[in-house]
């Protein structure tokens, strides 16, 4: 073999060897599909990034990672223990958490059990919270951990009990702490003395009836009627006699019962302008025919079958330290029918059963 073509013999290796090398590192570079961005490149040494690829195991989380500009090198490890969750930002909330010294799997925790609201008002917290103990319940609230566990010393009762006091406001004193609220259009909106609608006015009202000068929302104003129908054919002759009112009438009214019997008692009896369930246009107040009052034995008809008919006793006797009312048996509330079973059968307050099972959390 001439030197000619030994030299060009060791070129042609020399070539080889240079493809199966930069076929071997492109190999390992892409092993299960991760692509690496610019950015983690420089932050991490190629030897680092091989370490992990050799390791033959990681996480979703740590290929997205990578690949995105939000990688943290320190946080490497945690990413191969974190279950990815498909969403825009994962990565900047794993990092947030990290940053707040949770561990991974506290992390994995935190995403299965907080709901989107929940996990977003634990995202803008500046510390670690203890949340182990209030996963179970599905109706506690991040931001107010604090106000649980200072009311949990002062009342004895179980924390779900805390849990469902709180969320109504009953750690604060009435009109306290007021959330103005945006009416919903199923007729579920909650309205109590820490719930203001502010100056809301329903555009679907309709009449009770031919002549009469009552109003209710369109499909309250149609139950209602055909609770009055149904109540008659078994002996109950029951009328309206107050039913919706603009916040210009609750205001005139409260400021005539606070005139007449001082702010204190009056607010046991009369909603301020904006708390009012009245001002919805889905409560009717009512009297026994022929009667300026509720007869007792057609109050009791209406305990039992309101219901039937989408309406609730909104405001009872044994209620009074939950909605700071005395019993009202004549104050119809209308939830529609099946919500309005549902909270007949809990033997809950309206207030209770929205904080459980209507509210958004």
């Known amino acids: 073999m001439n030197v000619w073509k030994k030299n060009n013999l060791w070129l042609i290796i020399l070539i080889v060897l240079v493809v199966i090398v930069l076929g071997l590192t492109t190999y390992f570079w892409r092993k299960g599909n991760i692509v690496y961005s610019n950015e983690v490149v420089t932050i991490m040494k190629k030897e680092d990034i091989l370490d992990i690829v050799n390791r033959n195991k990681y996480s979703k989380t740590l290929e997205v990672a990578l690949n995105s500009n939000n990688f943290i090198k320190d946080y490497t490890k945690d990413y191969e223990k974190i279950d990815y969750i498909e969403k825009d930002n994962f990565v900047l909330e794993v990092n947030k958490l990290l940053s707040l010294n949770y561990e991974a799997d506290e992390i994995n925790v935190i995403f299965k059990n ?149 702010q204190e008692e009056a607010d046991t009896y009369s909603a301020r302008p904006g708390h009012s369930e009245h001002q919805l246009g889905l409560a009717v107040d009512v009297w026994s025919k022929g009667y300026n009052e509720l007869k007792e034995e057609d109050a009791n008809w209406l305990r039992d079958n309101a219901y039937k008919y989408g309406f609730i006793i909104r405001y009872t006797k044994e209620n009074k330290a939950i909605t700071g009312y005395i019993e009202e048996p004549w104050h119809l509330r209308y939830l529609g029918e099946d919500i309005a079973k549902a909270v007949y059968e809990s033997k809950l307050t309206y207030d209770e059963y929205y904080d459980l099972y209507l509210k958004e959390n």
Request: proline share 2%; hydrophobic share 35%; charged share 25%.
């Open 114 to 262: 907080l709901s989107p609201i929940n996990l977003e008002k634990l995202l803008k917290e500046n510390r670690k919270i203890d949340l182990a103990k209030y996963y179970k319940y599905a109706n506690f609230e991040v931001d107010k951990i604090n106000r649980y566990e200072a009311y949990s010393l002062i009342c004895n009762c179980s924390l779900k009990d805390v849990i469902g006091k709180v969320n109504i406001g009953l750690d604060q004193d009435f009109y306290t702490n007021i959330q103005n609220v945006v009416v919903s259009d199923d007729y579920t909106t909650l309205v109590n003395k820490y719930r203001s609608i502010g100056n809301y006015e329903p555009d679907d009202l309709v009449y009770l009836g031919e002549g009469s000068k009552y109003q209710l929302r369109e499909q309250a104003a149609d139950a209602f009627l055909k609770l009055v129908d149904a109540a008659l054919l078994e002996g109950v002759n029951i009328i309206p006699y107050s039913a919706y009112r603009s916040y210009e009438t609750q205001t005139q009214i409260y400021n005539s019962y606070v005139e007449k019997d001082g």
